[in-house]
């Protein structure tokens, strides 16, 4: 059974960095697309970015381009959220998604979130303004 398993969740100040790490057991992690989503309180869970099986492809929501950077070590099962000049929004507990058949777009689609194959049980993300 494939697990998903979030750490590096912390407290940081706005305009700081964190980097998010999800390792991946019980499977093929070559084989999945995986995503980043996240939650804030009172909100829906909404898609943060998605990387394909080699790394060749990624995909991001509008408000985090160009602050977070996903990337992913098939080697060390391992997919990874680069967080820079954080903001208070962001704010929010971070779940890693894994998915066989989803594009790095389709991952994107809001509609798609509750057909992801597998989930994490998601790491906290607090930024103090």
């Known amino acids: 059974q494939v697990q998903l398993a979030e750490s590096g969740g912390g407290l940081a100040q706005a305009g700081g960095s964190l980097r998010l790490a999800c390792l991946f057991s019980g499977g093929a992690f070559n084989r999945y697309t995986m995503g980043w989503f996240r939650q804030a309180p009172g909100k829906e869970r909404e898609f943060v970015a998605a990387?394909?099986?080699?790394?060749?492809?990624?995909y991001y929501q509008d408000s985090v381009k160009g602050r977070f950077t996903i990337s992913r070590d098939n080697a060390a099962n391992t997919v990874y959220l680069q967080m820079n000049s954080l903001e208070y929004e962001d704010t929010a507990v971070y779940y890693c998604a894994a998915d066989r058949r989803a594009t790095v777009q389709r991952m994107g689609v809001p509609g798609n979130i509750a057909a992801m194959d597998y989930w994490g049980k998601g790491t906290l993300v607090t930024v103090s303004s």
């Open positions: 990387i394909n099986w080699s790394g060749s492809s990624t």
